[in-house]
Each structure stands twice: as structure tokens, then as C-alpha cells.
């Protein structure tokens, strides 16, 4: 039972971080219609950002840390936004699904060739070691990771549900007309979301560049993993990010230890598979309804 309760916790916690990229993908598709196939390198490229602050400026974890959140913001937000988006938007979801195709591949090959192609170590930012409750031992950094992505979490349900721009930004989700029609900037709430979805994106390099290493290729798996987890959870629904990012975590822990870890990886996969099967809308989902 200890061993199962261990795995829980650890499989939550690296749940969240899968989560904090699936909440990426949901607000884009609900904000802009967008499908950003990059998503998992614009959490490695945020590493590789922290790792560039503290190897060569100097500057300590936390403080490269929020230097990075700007660089995201600017860059992967913005710049992703105004440079690739807004330009293609127009032509429909294809052209952009292309485009971001391509965006990843390209991210990947610049920082191999302008940075390194191996894996480079990161800092934790939280203690080493673990702590006993009892026969449970849990490590500092599940639990850390855990209180800093929950606390992240709560912070950006509490900004869209209790904030005048937030409850804007959810009316731009619902209905771009009729929120136009309510007098609000659509633009300007469109461009929040995508400052916001790189911020997380950025947070989420933070707490899983340590176990995965800061390597160019890192993004494939967690922008994979990301993805099944908006879908398993609802694509219409940011609770169904987090159900769909914690339930994969979980399952890959009780998997890898129960049954094997050659099946850990395909955890994912099964899950989003049957979620689409029998219910393809999503755990959390609503189905919706399209006049043709």
C-alpha cells in the first residue's frame, strides 16, 4: 500500500508538469483556434534559456528563472503570435499545423547546432533527499513540484474566474462575436492567452528539466504527452488538462512499477486511444454541436 501511495504522489507530481503544457494547447484552441505542435519545445527552449543565464551571466536559478519568463514571453509568446499565427490564422487550422510542424523542427535543430546536441544537467530547485510520513518516504522535489505547479494552477483559475480580464478573456473563448459586440478587445485578450501559455511553459521547464536533463530533443515527449493529456481531459476544457496531465502521470508510475517499465511510455498513448474510442469529446468535455 505504501508503494502504491509512493507512486501516486510521485506520478502526481510529474502529472502537473504535463499538465501546465496541456493547459497550453487548451487555452490556445480556445482563445485563437490554435493548434501549436511546438508545444513541447517551447518548454525545452526555455531550459536551455535558464541553463544560458546561469552558465554564462551568472545569475543564480531564480533569478534566471524569471529572466527566462520575460525571454518566453517575449519570443514564444509575442513574437509566436505576431510572427506565425497572425499571419496564417486566416488561412485556416492546416496552414498552421504546418507551420508549427515546422517551427518545432526548426527549434530543435537551431538549439543542437548553437547550443550542444548533448544533455546537460539542471539544477533542481528544490532539496535533495526525502522526507518519512510513517512507512511513506516522499522526495522534496515531488512534493515541491507538486505545491509549485498546484500553486500556479490555482493562481491562473483564480486570474480567469475572479479578475475582470480573466472573465474577458473566457467570454473571447466562449464567443469572439458576441464579445466584440460586449466592447472587449479581443486582440489584446488573445495576446494575453499566448503570453500566458508561454509563462507556463516556462514554469514547466523549470520543474522537468531536471529529471529529463536539458537536451534539444526533450520536447518531443512532453509536447506529445501534453497533447494526449488536453484530449484525454476535454480540449474545450482547462480541467481537463490537469485531469488529463495527472491521470497519465499516475498511470505511467503504477504501470513502469507493477507491470513494466517497457510499457511506461505507452501509457499515454493507450489512454488517449480508448478516451477517443468511447468517449471522444473527452473525460471533462462537452461534444459540440457544428450546423453544416
Known sequence: MGDLVQLVVSGTAT??????????????????????FAQGEFVMVPAFVMLFFM??????????????????????????????????????????????????????????????????????????????????????????????????????QMFLNRTVTGRAMQAVAQN???????????????????????????????????TYLAKFDMGDSIGQKAFFAAIIGGFNQTRGALLGGVLIGILENVVGFYVSPAYKEGVALMLFLAVILFRPEGLLGKAEERKV
Request: proline share 5%.
Open 176 to 210: 469572439t462575436d458576441a464579445a466584440k459586440v460586449l466592447g472587449i478587445d479581443v486582440r489584446r485578450m488573445v495576446l494575453y492567452t499566448f503570453l500566458i501559455n508561454a509563462f507556463l511553459a516556462a514554469v514547466a521547464a523549470l520543474l522537468v528539466a531536471p
Open 15 to 36: 502529472g502537473a508538469i504535463y499538465a501546465l503544457a496541456a493547459l497550453g494547447f487548451t487555452l490556445l484552441w480556445q482563445a485563437a483556434g490554435t493548434i501549436n
Open 55 to 156: 552558465s554564462f551571466v551568472g545569475v543564480p536559478l531564480w533569478l534566471a528563472f524569471l529572466l527566462t519568463c520575460a525571454v518566453s514571453m517575449l519570443f514564444l509568446g509575442y513574437g509566436f503570435k505576431r510572427g506565425i499565427v497572425d499571419p496564417l490564422i486566416r488561412h485556416g487550422v492546416i496552414p498552421l499545423v504546418i507551420a508549427t510542424l515546422g517551427l518545432s523542427i526548426g527549434l530543435k535543430q537551431l538549439v543542437k547546432a548553437g547550443y550542444s546536441a548533448e544533455a546537460h544537467p539542471f539544477p533542481n530547485p528544490f532539496p535533495d533527499g526525502q522526507f518519512a510520513l510513517g512507512n511513506l518516504h516522499v522526495s522534496y522535489a515531488d512534493v515541491g513540484t507538486l505545491c509549485f505547479a498546484g500553486l500556479i494552477v490555482i493562481s491562473l
